[in-house]
């Protein structure tokens, strides 16, 4: 027998709203926007001395999520290293990180240092969110990242988009 779910009353309801409204008046903040331009600088810095990807991806998921958990006081906890059968390139590969509907592939900063690199880089992760869209049902966003530049790529109606 499966158990009823219950509805959330007026107040849980209410008391929802009022978060969602805090955190986008925290979002909005010249603050909040300074702390991130500065943390940016920061992973810039850290990203262009490291010496592989894997340090560069604890570097901004230390940096980042800490900064998020401190003024959302929430946990940010990705999953590393998912498998995924890629249709475009016809083999498995491994997402690097994703939180939700949002993956993120990094890169360490000399694989993008070329035109060519870039696309293979971009194509490796619109292979992700395509395969990982019909399985969700959502709409999905990726970003690709050195620690020095990003690349925002979404699946929109089963279209990609690179923003």
């Not at 926007?33 to 570097?59: F, M, Q």
């Not at 800490?66 to 475009?88: A, C, H, M, W, Y």
């Not at 966003?141 to 279209?159: M, N, P, R, Y």
Request: hydrophobic share 35%; glycine share 6%.
């Amino acid at each position: 027998m499966q158990a009823k779910t219950k509805s959330p009353s007026e107040s849980e309801i209410l008391l929802a709203s009022i978060e969602e409204a805090s955190q986008e008046y925290k979002l909005r903040q010249p603050d909040f926007r300074a702390l991130l331009v500065k943390l940016g600088k920061e992973i810039k810095s850290l990203a262009l001395s490291a010496p592989n990807e894997a340090t560069i991806a604890s570097h901004i998921e230390l940096k980042l999520y800490g900064l998020l958990q401190s003024v959302f006081n929430r946990d940010f906890l990705p999953e590393k290293e998912i498998s995924v059968g890629t249709i475009r390139h016809i083999k498995k590969g491994r997402l690097d990180s994703r939180i939700g509907a949002l993956v993120i592939e990094y890169k360490h900063h000399s694989k993008l240092t070329t035109t060519a690199n870039k696309k293979v880089a971009l194509s490796q992760l619109e292979g992700y969110l395509i395969d990982m869209t019909p399985q969700k049902g959502q709409a999905i966003s990726g970003i690709l990242t050195d620690g020095t530049q990003a690349q925002i790529v979404e699946v929109e109606s089963g279209k990609v988009v690179r923003r």
